[in-house]
């Protein structure tokens, strides 16, 4: 079963980083695209970033390109967001979420770690 933990959300002032990180376990993520979304309070959930497992292109949304940064550490079986000139329509609470690279959407969500980002 696959299981993905968040960690590493917190408060933060305008334009300040985060790293978020997220482990996987449960079984080899080779053919599996990994990602982050979002859910800012009262808005509906959204798609930050993503990537393949096994590298190669990355995809952001237009409101985080060039600003967050989605990587992943083979060794540690860890996919990572770092965020960095931080505002405060960032702030929400972060998912990890993975799929199957033949499947649509994505299945496995972790439990979310929040991030706020103060003015």
């Known amino acids: 079963q696959v299981q993905l933990v968040e960690s590493g959300g917190g408060l933060v002032q305008a334009g300040g980083s985060l790293r978020l990180s997220c482990a996987a376990s449960?079984?080899?993520?080779?053919?599996?695209?990994m990602g982050w979304f979002r859910q800012a309070p009262g808005k509906e959930r959204e798609f930050v970033a993503s990537?393949?497992?096994?590298?190669?292109?990355?995809y952001y949304a237009d409101s985080v390109k060039g600003r967050f940064t989605i990587s992943r550490d083979y060794a540690q079986n860890t996919v990572y967001l770092q965020m960095n000139s931080l505002k405060p329509e960032d702030t929400a609470v972060y998912y990890c979420?993975?799929?199957?690279?033949?499947?649509?959407?994505?299945?496995?969500w972790g439990q979310g770690t929040p991030v706020t980002v103060s003015s």
């Open positions: 979420v993975a799929r199957r690279a033949v499947v649509k959407e994505f299945n496995y």
């Open positions: 449960g079984r080899t993520f080779n053919n599996y695209i």
């Open positions: 990537m393949m497992w096994s590298g190669g292109s990355t």
